[in-house]
């Protein structure tokens, strides 16, 4: 007997964050194709059908078994799950006059179990377009929001119930509480580790590694350090080399930072590679951010393979080892019905090609940033590596944003900047649309479109606000940006602009300046990221623009962004205006969805 939670993945962001939330609340939790046998999941104490960018009206869906519905134990179905639960059963879904995505005000209606000890009304996290239009029978409306009248449902003797929010994420607060109503409404068994999850890992490890050795790519960074170290715990020094790799991308003194507190920490067994002239030749002239990805992640393997051959290593002999978490893979499409957002270094073609071969491995690859943290300190890495602000793998190449200087055909703006402009002008502030493109994701889909930038006199509540209603209502835009400096934007137009070591450097001061900032405010903590970003826009053929990206997430699937002291912000953005070649400072207020952490 499980005696877990089975999740149902029809390739929802948050499917294996399901599945991850309920190991927070001690549970046994595993996933599974929707089109499993029942025989898979018998055993189970619960189900919970995730999310998932399909509509459940489209000739092509993910493949379910409708067997799912007769088991004989709770089930919850979310977002997409929570549609497809309503159609089988019965009920009607079809596309909403508005969408959704973002924070909602949920209405509870009282009596129910899956909402025991909530108030009247909490906040909850929406990312969707469908609604239930009508309920199967049995069916009761549990919940609603201004927007989505049938918010949650159930049909409470059978103990099945559908919630089109997302409880999962960090961004609906009581989320967990729903989660864990869920669990004792299934009477599920509390008997999960991150202690006893450690002793698995490092035993799945042995048993793929076999006899050969691992060759690890290190960053630096939390989890490609506590992978460093399950290798090394699992299999011995002696059968592990660790290769940071400088790719000309890093931080301002990065690399020897990290190679010194790797040496701290004990690990003999790292080499240290300068290889930035092959990754700025791998993307010179490249503008599409895809592309670039794909590019920095071919170079990782040319290199490694080269460093391999020059120390007379057998290729066969070495698994590469990588510290990728759940969030790169599900981002990257990498589940079966997952829609791409954006292709991280460590899901490349190349790379996939690798892992059906058998030649990666990759412990943490079914985990979240939060429980590799706790995973970091239950191995005794220190607090100073365990919260160190995370940086990507490609670094500051997916942050400083390229571009031919050529604006794009029949793409007129007017028209939604109007739309846009009308909404600011309520809040008491004025909008225009920039020039650019970045990448987002909405109902679980990938969106490439425009920032606008409003600018005036507002508080964190109002921007929140109309950065929600902006992107929930004019489609050609997926992000909102501050102006934090000057008063009011320059004439911004597109400039030539591709990744040279002149565009980095202007970067790596700006990002030098913002994390020197962070430390300062002890902000370390309590900003989980703070991406600084380079924009290819000049009013003069010479200066560009600068964003500042901070958020707050514990498991980077959602986010939201920081809302820090005006007084520090100003002072931060004066110190980046006086670098030579920088004439806007923004600050984005878009939370995750419908922007991503990173820009591209």
Request: net charge negative; with cysteine; hydrophobic share 40%.
């Amino acid at each position: 007997m499980h005696n877990g939670i089975a999740v149902l993945d029809f390739g929802g962001q948050y499917a294996h964050l399901i599945a991850n939330r309920v190991r927070r609340l001690h549970a046994y939790s595993e996933v599974f194709g929707p089109g499993a046998d029942p025989s898979e999941i018998e055993g189970f104490s619960g189900i919970i059908f995730s999310g998932g960018p399909s509509s459940v009206y489209d000739s092509v869906q993910p493949e379910f078994n409708p067997a799912h519905l007769n088991v004989r134990v709770p089930i919850l179905g979310l977002c997409y799950g929570h549609q497809l639960l309503c159609q089988c059963l019965g009920g009607e879904v079809s596309p909403g006059d508005v969408r959704e995505y973002g924070s909602a005000a949920l209405a509870i209606r009282s009596g129910t179990r899956i909402f025991e000890g909530l108030g009247s009304s909490e906040t909850v996290w929406m990312s969707h377009g469908d609604v239930v239009i009508r309920l199967p029978d049995g069916f009761e409306v549990l919940g609603d929001t201004p927007d989505c009248p049938t918010a949650a449902v159930g049909d409470v003797r059978r103990h099945i119930y559908g919630l089109q929010f997302h409880p999962e994420v960090a961004h609906t607060p009581r989320g967990m509480d729903i989660l864990d109503n869920f669990l004792k409404i299934c009477e599920t068994p509390r008997t999960w580790t991150m202690a006893g999850y450690s002793k698995t890992v490092m035993q799945e490890i042995r048993d793929q590694a076999g006899d050969r050795n691992v060759f690890l790519l290190v960053s630096g960074g939390v989890d490609s350090s506590v992978a460093f170290v399950l290798f090394n715990e699992a299999l011995g020094a002696d059968r592990v080399l660790g290769l940071h790799i400088d790719n000309g991308f890093m931080r301002k003194n990065e690399t020897a930072h990290v190679e010194t507190i790797l040496r701290q920490e004990g690990f003999s067994n790292l080499i240290v590679e300068d290889a930035s002239e092959d990754f700025l030749l791998s993307v010179e002239g490249i503008v599409e951010p895809e592309e670039k990805r794909q590019a920095i992640g071919r170079t990782f393997i040319e290199v490694k393979d080269r460093v391999l051959a020059g120390l007379n290593l057998e290729p066969d002999d070495w698994l590469l080892g990588q510290g990728t978490l759940y969030p790169d893979t599900i981002e990257s499409g990498g589940t079966e019905h997952s829609a791409l957002i954006k292709t991280h270094h460590n899901r490349i073609d190349l790379i996939e090609e690798l892992i059906a071969q058998g030649h990666i491995i990759e412990p943490l690859a079914h985990l979240y940033k939060d429980e590799v943290r706790d995973l970091g300190i239950q191995v005794g890495l220190p607090e100073s590596m365990v919260w160190r602000q995370p940086f990507p793998g490609p670094g500051l190449s997916v942050r400083c944003l390229c571009s031919t200087g050529e604006k794009e055909q029949n793409n007129d703006l007017r028209h939604p900047e109007q739309q846009a402009g009308r909404l600011a002008e309520k809040a008491g502030l004025s909008l225009k649309i920039l020039p650019i493109k970045s990448v987002g994701v909405q109902g679980d889909f990938r969106t490439y479109a425009h920032p606008a930038v409003v600018w005036g006199e507002a508080d964190w509540a109002v921007l929140e606000e109309l950065s929600t209603q902006i992107t929930n209502t004019v489609s050609e835009i997926n992000r909102v940006v501050y102006l934090l400096s000057p008063d009011s934007p320059p004439e911004l137009r597109l400039k030539r602009a591709f990744l040279t070591r002149q565009r980095l450097d202007l970067l790596r001061a700006s990002d030098a300046l913002a994390m020197d900032g962070l430390v300062r405010e002890e902000l370390v903590q309590s900003v989980s990221q703070m991406p600084t970003v380079l924009l290819p826009l000049t009013s003069d053929g010479y200066q560009e623009a600068i964003v500042l990206r901070p958020v707050e997430t514990p498991d980077f699937m959602t986010a939201r962004f920081s809302e820090l002291s005006r007084t520090f912000l100003k002072s931060l953005a004066a110190k980046i205006l006086a670098l030579d070649g920088i004439e806007a400072v923004f600050y984005d207020v878009t939370h995750k969805p419908p922007g991503t952490v990173e820009w591209e």
